[in-house]
Structures are given as structure tokens and as C-alpha cells.
């Protein structure tokens, strides 16, 4: 019989430490839904999302009863509509973010991600017509779910991309001004984004996925704040040891759920994303992890160590207990969905530029952060052009996620309810980029980036 | 199928006999039962097969979940392939 003492630290991570899976997500591909007729395509996108998935919630709902383990998101992933609807003008992709969003609520998921368009080199009239549409469809819409990949290793950044989104961010943020902005939180930017990862707002089904798969995001920092409790002051190889194997534990559930939900619902299992997602509430912060390593607050000097140390023994950790490992893979740092995080900020330790530094070290960048509604779409071009070198540079995923809340200044702060939680309001730099930002183009790709 | 079943919370007469009664009602056979107390905490785990379940798994599980309401315990019925996927390589 299985030992009663690991039965107890199961149902205690479940029950005490708020271990769930954060999201089990269908990767759905909607080429075959093409045609140059925008009513069919529509027609042909709802039908497809709404049949391949029309099992997802109640399999997922099954799993959660069968396995005891909360699910918290059911989520579908599709395509990049920017290829599917290549000859769509931004009204028409508006009225596709509509059928979206009428696929959303007849499956009852909470979310579909892949409003997303590919540039990083430059747009096709799809991917520019797309990004017109952003704003209007993300203010129009609530389930549905955008990202704009403006930068790769390989391909460099795409400056004009990067400039345009610093303004269609603020066009989203006035467009949803009654609601502290919230538009901004369904959009993200990336440099290097990755095809198949199940996490909001960047989830997309990349080109080279299967016609269906599942893909799934475990969670788990309050299991992994435990753990570092528990172990006391021990050195760093033992705290590195701790934190593998309570990783290791949290990614065996995520494998289980993953292939269970694949077998049931008759599609190939795609990938486990090892990734600590935290959220607003009490014992769900990575910056607790943190402070259980030993910092006073998160933010001060030694957290981007304490970081690298985290994100790494969680992925040694989690990718023996996966067969395949894939989405982002890393400690999630988005500030408004952890407690820790917003005191952190509240009490002026964790600054912008620290959380820049962070996400050189663990996924996935300046993520969920409010920042003043007057700033000039030039210095949010400024803020995504930073962080999105860091990717490039890096070879690794970064991405940035701000919102302008329209009327709100520091001192303030921004409440968008549920999982997205709220964000006090940060200071930026007053001091302008905008000639830097106006020069157009193209920055290189980083001279590592030719390896063969 | 095997299901594992805790039971948890303050000891009390009878804790045992109401959960094993409930898995009888259901048809459920338990294959092995482990107790302890520690102070006045009372914690069982049985291990049950699942073939001659006369309902599905959910109303089992409700089933068990409202008996522990009634007793003041706290009662989980878990497929024992998460415990198994946790702490078994």
C-alpha cells in the first residue's frame, strides 16, 4: 500500500498549499478553415473550435473529481489568426474576435489565445491588419486573447512593430478606460514566442503543432514556499535540492493530468509547461518563495540570484517527471497576481528596473504591471524594446505585458478582479526615447544567432 | 480501479464504521485500512477497488464527502494514480 505519510503531503500540498493545474489547454489548428469568403471562415472557425473541444470543460471537470486536484483554467489555444484570416481587413478580424468569443462561452472555457500575429521580420497585410483590429477587438470581446511576436534570436526586432504596439497598447487601454484599462492585460508582446505554450495571454497553436493536441501548465508556489520553509536554513545545494524535488512531485501531476486528458479526449498529448504560476491569493506568491530563501522583501538586493536559483531547480526538477516539456518553463513574475509581488511594489523594494533584471533569469517578462495612463506610447515602445533585447540576446522567451490605466497616476492603483488581480501603479523615467524610437527599422540579430 | 480514501479531522467513536458502511452501501470493497491518531487528530487512509461500484466515481465521491460532513471529518476520495505519479518513479 502507498505510504500514509506521502498520501498526507499530497492532500496537505492540495488542500493548504493551493497546488493545482493552473490550465489545461487544446491547441486547435484552423488552417483548414481558410477560405477566402469571410462569413464561411467564420462559420468554419466556429465550427471547428466548438467540435474539437465541445468535451474539453466536462473531461477537464471529470479529471478534477476523479484525481482530487483543482483544474483552474480550460483553455483553447488557435492558430494565429493573422495567417488563418491573411486577407481580412481590421473590421473583419474584428467580427472574427466575435465568433471567437461565441465559441468561448458556448464551450464555457475561460479564454482563447491565439489573436495573434507574427512579425518579427515584418507583416503580411494579415498580421498588419490584425494589429489595427487589437484594440477594438479586445475592448469589444472578454475571453479572447492576443499576442504580437515583434522580435526572434534569429530574425532580430522588428522596431516599427515595436513602436506601433507602444501605441496600439495605448489605443487599448483608452478603448477600455471604464474598466482600469483591463484590454491591456489580454495583450502581450513577445520576442522569441514559443508554439505551444498553454498559458494567457500568449497562448498560440504554433504552425508546426499537430491538428489538435493538449497541452498543460502546472503551478504550485505555495507547495514550493512550504518546502523551502520546512527546510530551514540549509545551504544553497540543499536548497536547490529541495526545490527539484518538490518540482519534480508538482510536474508528475501536470504528466498524469496531461495524458489522462489526452487519452480521453482522443487527441496527442503535446507538452507540460513547467512553470510556477502564482496567483493573488494568500501562500500562491513566488515572491514568498523568495522570502523564504532568506530576502526581507522581494526586490532587494540578492532576488534576481535567489530568482536564477528558483527557475533552474524547478526545471531539473520537472523535466524528469515529463515526458515532454515545452511552453514558457520558468517562474512566472506578473505583479498584479501576486500578493507578494504588489507589497513588495506597495512598499517601493521592487522597482521596475529589478524586475527587468529578473527576467533575464526565469520567464517570462514585465508582466500584469500598471504603469501612469499619461505615458506617451513612445516610452511603453521604449519599455518593450528593453525587455525584448534581453529575449533576443538571451535566446530565450521574454515578453512584455503593461497597462497604461487611463486616469490613474502613481500613488494609484488598479483593480482588474479574479486571477488578474491588482496593481499599484508604478513610476517610469520621464525622460523621453521617442527619437530612439522613431529611427524605423530593424535591429539585427545578435551575431550568436548564426550557428550553423 | 482503486481509489484512495482519507479521512481526517478530530477523533470520535464510530469514524471507521461510518466510512466503511458508506463504501459498503456502494458496493466498494476495501482492500487495506491504516489508522493513526496523533493527539486528538485522527487520520485514515483506505485503499478501495472500485470494479463493483454500483454508481459512478462522482456520486461515490460526494457519497463519501457528505458522510464526513455528517461525522465533523474531513473525507477525499482520490484515483490512487496521483499519489502513485507523486512519490513513485
Known amino acids: ?452 | 480501479m482503486k481509489a484512495v480514501v482519507t479521512v481526517t479531522g478530530k477523533d470520535k467513536v464510530g469514524i471507521i464504521s461510518a466510512a466503511s458502511a458508506e463504501c459498503a452501501k456502494y458496493g466498494v470493497n476495501i482492500i487495506d485500512i491504516s489508522q493513526s491518531v496523533l493527539k486528538e487528530y485522527f487520520a485514515m487512509i483506505m485503499l478501495v477497488e472500485l470494479d463493483g461500484l454500483k454508481v459512478d466515481f462522482k456520486s461515490f465521491a460526494v457519497g463519501m464527502e457528505e458522510m464526513g460532513k455528517e461525522s465533523g471529518v474531513d473525507v477525499r476520495v482520490m484515483h490512487e494514480d496521483i499519489f502513485n505519479s507523486m512519490h513513485r518513479i
Open chain 1, 1 to 452: 500500500m502507498l505510504n500514509t505519510q506521502d498520501i498526507l503531503e499530497t492532500i496537505k500540498m492540495i488542500r493548504e498549499e493551493n497546488l493545482d493545474i493552473r490550465t489545461v489547454t487544446m491547441g486547435i489548428s484552423l488552417f483548414d478553415c481558410i477560405s477566402d469568403d469571410p462569413a464561411r471562415l467564420e462559420a468554419k472557425i466556429y465550427d471547428k473550435i466548438t467540435t474539437s473541444a465541445k468535451r474539453l470543460v466536462e473531461v477537464a471537470e471529470d479529471l478534477e473529481r476523479t484525481y482530487g486536484i483543482p483544474i483552474v483554467n480550460k483553455r483553447i489555444s488557435v492558430t494565429p489568426i493573422s495567417y488563418v484570416g491573411a486577407g481580412l481587413s481590421p473590421d473583419g478580424f474584428v467580427r472574427l474576435a466575435h465568433m471567437l468569443e461565441r465559441a468561448a462561452t458556448t464551450l464555457g472555457v475561460n479564454f482563447i489565445g491565439g489573436y495573434s500575429a507574427h512579425v518579427q521580420k515584418g507583416a503580411i497585410k494579415g498580421a498588419e491588419a490584425l494589429v489595427e483590429s487589437i484594440p477594438q477587438a479586445l475592448a469589444e470581446t472578454e475571453h479572447i486573447c492576443s499576442s504580437v511576436n515583434v522580435a526572434t534570436t534569429k530574425a532580430g526586432i522588428n522596431m516599427d512593430a515595436v513602436k506601433r504596439m507602444g501605441e496600439i497598447i495605448k489605443e487599448t487601454a483608452y478603448l477600455t478606460r471604464e474598466r482600469d484599462s483591463i484590454g491591456c492585460a489580454k495583450l502581450v508582446v513577445f520576442a522569441n514566442i514559443p508554439e505551444d505554450n498553454p498559458f494567457m495571454a500568449g497562448a498560440v497553436h504554433g504552425i508546426g503543432e499537430p491538428d489538435t493536441v493538449i497541452n498543460v501548465g502546472v503551478s504550485g508556489p505555495g507547495v514550493v514556499a512550504a518546502a523551502i520553509k520546512e527546510a530551514g536554513d540549509c545551504d544553497f545545494s540543499a536548497l536547490a535540492d529541495t526545490v527539484k524535488k518538490i518540482a519534480f512531485k508538482i510536474t508528475r501531476v501536470g504528466q498524469l493530468i496531461a495524458a489522462e486528458a489526452a487519452r480521453r479526449l482522443g487527441v496527442p498529448y503535446g507538452i507540460v509547461d513547467l512553470s510556477l504560476a502564482p496567483t493573488p491569493a494568500a501562500g500562491d506568491s513566488v515572491a514568498e518563495i523568495l522570502e523564504n530563501m532568506g530576502l526581507e522583501r522581494c526586490g532587494t538586493h540578492g532576488t534576481t540570484a535567489a530568482l536564477a536559483l528558483l527557475n533552474d531547480a524547478v526545471k531539473k526538477g520537472g523535466v524528469m517527471a515529463s515526458s515532454h516539456v515545452g511552453g514558457l518553463s520558468g517562474a512566472f513574475i506578473p505583479v498584479s497576481e501576486d500578493r507578494g509581488m504588489i507589497e513588495a511594489v506597495e512598499r517601493g523594494v521592487l522597482s521596475l528596473e529589478k524586475l527587468e533584471a529578473m527576467t533575464a533569469v526565469c520567464s517570462v517578462g514585465l508582466d500584469m504591471i500598471a504603469i501612469p495612463g499619461d505615458t506617451p506610447a513612445s516610452t511603453i515602445s521604449g519599455i518593450i524594446a528593453d525587455e525584448i533585447s534581453i529575449g533576443v540576446v538571451n535566446t530565450k522567451t521574454t515578453a512584455v505585458r503593461v497597462i497604461p490605466v487611463w486616469g490613474k497616476d502613481v500613488g494609484e492603483s488598479a483593480e482588474f478582479g479574479g486571477l488578474l488581480g491588482y496593481a499599484p501603479i508604478m513610476p517610469l523615467r520621464q525622460d523621453s526615447c521617442e527619437r530612439f524610437i522613431s529611427r524605423g527599422g530593424r535591429i539585427p540579430a545578435p551575431i550568436h544567432s548564426l550557428k550553423n
